[in-house]
């Protein structure tokens, strides 16, 4: 049976926001991939809610690391905004601390208002 991946972008006073639903793993990482990349602003966070999200495997994890990692090279933080699975996930793996985490969209809308507001540097 295939899975189902979705994905909805949506900006929000500057902010990119990019909504994730339903399975990340090998056959549909790729696609998420895509869809950040071509969410991305330079120079701008992005947000990816993953509240959505109900199954996530490595190839998950590491599409997210790698975007982590591009935005960290642009200078365009990439805030998580995790659901229960892909908490469980990060914990499993040890990768909690490699992400910018946050507990609610609305905690990463502020968050990347402030980087927008003080520069990335203050």
């Known amino acids: 049976m295939p899975t189902t991946l979705s ?7 500057g902010i990119e926001i990019l ?3 339903g399975e990340i793993d090998l056959s549909t990482a790729s696609r998420l991939g895509q869809a950040i990349e071509g969410a991305r ?3 701008s966070p992005l947000i990816l809610d993953l ?4 199954f996530m495997d490595s190839a998950g994890a590491r599409v997210l690391a790698v975007a982590d990692d591009a935005a960290t090279a642009q200078r365009a933080p990439l805030l998580l905004v995790p659901s229960e699975y892909v908490s469980r996930v990060f914990e499993i ?3 909690g601390p490699a992400f910018q ?3 609610a969209q609305s905690e990463a ?3 990347a208002r402030g980087i927008l507001a003080g520069g990335l540097d203050g």
């Open 7 to 13: 994905t909805q972008a949506e900006r929000r006073d």
């Open 19 to 21: 909504r994730v639903s």
């Open 41 to 43: 602003i330079p120079g």
């Open 51 to 54: 509240t959505g999200v109900g």
């Open 93 to 95: 793996a040890g990768l």
């Open 101 to 103: 985490l946050y507990g």
């Open 109 to 111: 809308v502020e968050a």
